[in-house]
């Protein structure tokens, strides 16, 4: 499958990442969105908003949605956990990351 992404910054303390589908053998349509809230002005403390919807070609998929709601809960966890530890210590990666994020938001190549 090929999805399209778009990153913005909403405003101070606000981003938003959305994706949708443009190809799929096996998928009519996806569309999904993360919404990243800081409610500091450090970025200390944020939320984490996530939404995606994948509508399948097939109706057979209905049989899966409990696996892959589950699959779905682990893979944001699992991405919580890894922020968790590059916070807490990994701050040279975590500098690094934040740098591209902001080129990348200000429409600068970062590479």
Same mark, same amino acid.
């Given at each position: 499958? %090929?999805?399209?992404?778009?990153?913005?910054?909403? $405003?101070?303390?606000?981003?938003?990442?959305?994706?949708?589908?443009?190809?799929?053998?096996?998928t009519e349509a996806v569309y999904g969105q993360v919404d990243i809230l800081s409610?500091?002005? $450090?970025? =200390?403390?944020?939320?984490?908003?996530?939404?995606?919807? %994948?509508?399948?070609?097939?109706? =057979?998929? !209905?049989?899966f949605r409990n696996a892959m709601v589950a699959d779905v809960e682990k893979s944001?966890?699992?991405?919580?956990?890894?922020?968790?530890?590059?916070?807490?210590?990994?701050?040279?990666?975590?500098?690094?990351?934040? !740098?591209?994020?902001?080129?990348?938001? $200000?429409?600068?190549?970062?590479?």
């Amino acid at each position: 499958y %090929v999805h399209v992404h778009q990153m913005q910054k909403k $405003n101070d303390g606000h981003y938003q990442m959305t994706w949708q589908l443009v190809e799929s053998d096996t998928t009519e349509a996806v569309y999904g969105q993360v919404d990243i809230l800081s409610t500091d002005k $450090n970025g =200390f403390k944020s939320m984490l908003v996530y939404q995606n919807l %994948v509508t399948p070609q097939s109706g =057979f998929a !209905r049989l899966f949605r409990n696996a892959m709601v589950a699959d779905v809960e682990k893979s944001l966890k699992a991405t919580i956990k890894e922020i968790e530890r590059v916070w807490k210590s990994e701050s040279d990666l975590l500098k690094n990351s934040m !740098r591209i994020l902001n080129m990348t938001l $200000n429409d600068q190549n970062p590479y």
